[in-house]
């Protein structure tokens, strides 16, 4: 894709130019889909589990597909490193059936939401 088909596609997904609070939406339904997917392994319903990983990997990889990665990004690139360790942790909690995995992923995923939406508001405030 071009630069210009880019910046219209995530332009028209967000109804004009994307900001970091449309990401916050992603990041919930990750942790939701982490703690059914926790549930359901400690429930010993394997099926269940895989559904939720799933659906992790499936919102995972349109995040990372409406990043903006160019050269002169930074955000973009630094949210896909973020995106391949929680997709690794993902692997962990499926592969071994880890609850704790999925507990390392809700706390990356809780970290990023405030920490980023905290950065996002003083930089709207100066």
């Given amino acids: 894709m071009s630069m210009d088909i880019t910046t219209g596609y995530r332009a ?47 919102l995972l990889d349109i995040m990372a597909g409406i990043l903006d990665t ?17 997709r690794y942790t993902l692997f962990r909690a499926n592969a071994g059936n880890d609850p704790a995995a999925l507990d390392d992923f809700e706390t990356a995923l809780a970290f990023l939401d405030r920490d980023m939406i905290k950065s996002s508001e003083s930089a709207i405030a100066a």
């Fill in 70 to 86: 160019e050269a002169n990004s930074t955000l973009g690139p630094a949210l896909m490193t973020v995106y391949t360790a929680l």
């Fill in 12 to 58: 028209g997904m967000f109804d004009g130019e994307a900001d970091v609070s449309w990401l916050r939406q992603g990041w919930r339904g990750l942790r939701f889909y982490g703690k059914r997917a926790k549930a359901a392994i400690e429930a010993g319903d394997i099926q269940t589990k895989s559904e939720m990983i799933l659906r992790a990997d499936q």
